[in-house]
């Protein structure tokens, strides 16, 4: 079987570090592995309010970032969610047979629904199931996410099984997460207890992708840390979360290990591992943000390539959905 890779971020605000390593690098890996579609969720976005001009340069930002990254959209089809209707529409069939006890069971509905408890909205709950949709609709066979993400591919899985048993027949391909590489888990550069999010109100806890050399420098160099010097194993990380952090994104912009990094820098202080990060990661990002700028200054060019992505996008998914319409007894159009 060929794979089929679909993944997908929201247009809200900068990418981060943590998008980078999580998420993109390992999207632009696929490409020449496998039949490739990111999208860039702006339905997904709209669980929260959004300006709607700023929505839709949100989602051209997004976009010229997945390119800036790596994403060739000549390998890869590359679109906005909102263009491509097959997703809203498996989005309803799914909706009918998910439980809701399903849903409670979301963290991530929890930790974001605590934080607006008399704003709670239906699309924010049924925001998993949307996501599944987004991903059954290609058939997709792997989806390349953070560890955040892992829960609601679970959901997924178990709403392509309950269609298939439903139904009584291997329809939805099950999707296999893919959570690879050494910074599944970036966390906040002032509490590594925490993730690295858009959300968290302090720049200083996240590196955008966008952040030019000097910002990088000085929000490394006032990254939390300990006293202690970097150990020699692992074992003796534990426990040191923003040390972790730190080794951990050492390794994964320079495409190691983390046991490669403390061998290579047991025993120094975080002073001088500071500087070799931020020469490490200006390296590897300010090509990126180059680029992203450049892309930007031409957002007419962005809305062809997007254009032409939702077209192939639209093909394949017409094709699935009216399958799924024959199977479940609707009328296409
Ligand atoms: P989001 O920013 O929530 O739309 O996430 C987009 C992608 O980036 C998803 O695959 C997330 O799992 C991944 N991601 C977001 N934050 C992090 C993080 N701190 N560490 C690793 N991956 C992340
Ligand atoms: N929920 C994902 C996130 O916040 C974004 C997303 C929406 C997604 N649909 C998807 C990711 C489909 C992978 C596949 O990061």
Redesign the pocket.
């Known amino acids: 079987m060929t794979k089929r890779i679909l993944?997908?971020?929201?247009p809200?605000g900068n990418?981060?570090?943590?998008?980078?390593?999580?998420?993109?690098k390992n999207w632009v890996k696929m490409q020449d592995e496998a039949e490739c579609y990111y999208c860039v969720?702006d339905l997904?976005a709209m669980t929260i309010p959004q300006d709607p001009e700023k929505l839709r340069l949100s989602v051209r930002e997004t976009a010229a970032a997945y390119i800036a990254s790596g994403i060739d959209v000549n390998k890869s089809t590359l679109f906005p969610q909102s263009a491509v209707s097959a997703h809203t529409e498996l989005n309803w069939i799914l909706a009918t047979m998910t439980p809701l006890g399903w849903l409670n069971r979301m963290t991530q509905f929890k930790e974001k629904s605590a934080k607006n408890r008399d704003h709670e909205l239906l699309g924010l709950y049924a925001y998993p199931v949307l996501m599944a949709a987004d991903i059954l609709v290609y058939q997709a066979t792997h989806v390349?996410?953070?560890?955040?993400?892992k829960q609601h591919l679970e959901l997924a899985r178990d709403l392509a099984g309950a269609f298939n048993r439903a139904y009584n027949r291997e329809y939805f391909t099950l999707p296999e997460p893919m959570?690879i590489g050494e910074?599944?888990?970036?966390?906040?550069l002032r509490d590594g207890t925490k993730?690295?999010?858009?959300s968290d109100e302090s720049d200083y806890s996240?590196i955008n992708l966008t952040d030019d050399a000097d910002t990088i420098a000085l929000k490394f160099r006032k990254a939390k840390t300990d006293a202690e010097p970097l150990p020699e194993t692992l074992a003796e990380l534990e426990k040191r979360p923003e040390a972790d952090n730190l080794v951990t994104i050492y390794a994964a912009l320079s495409d190691k290990t983390r046991q490669d990094i403390l061998s290579a820098h047991a025993g120094a202080q975080f002073s001088g591992f500071k500087k070799d990060l931020t020469e490490l990661a200006v390296a590897k990002l300010a090509p990126i943000a180059d680029t992203l700028r450049r892309l930007m200054g031409d957002v007419a060019e962005i809305d062809r390539m997007l254009a032409k992505g939702a077209e192939k996008a639209n093909a394949v998914t017409q094709k699935h959905l009216r399958e799924v319409k024959d199977i479940v007894g609707l009328w296409r159009a």
């Not at 993944?7 to 929201?10: I, L, T, V």
């Not at 990418?15 to 993109?24: C, F, I, S, T």
């Not at 910074?183 to 906040?188: D, L, N, Y």
């Not at 993730?195 to 858009?198: A, I, L």
């Open positions: 993944s997908g971020m929201q809200t990418l981060h570090l943590g998008n980078y390593l999580g998420a993109l969720v997904h390349p996410v953070g560890e955040d993400q959570i910074a599944t888990r970036v966390m906040s993730k690295m999010s858009k996240r």
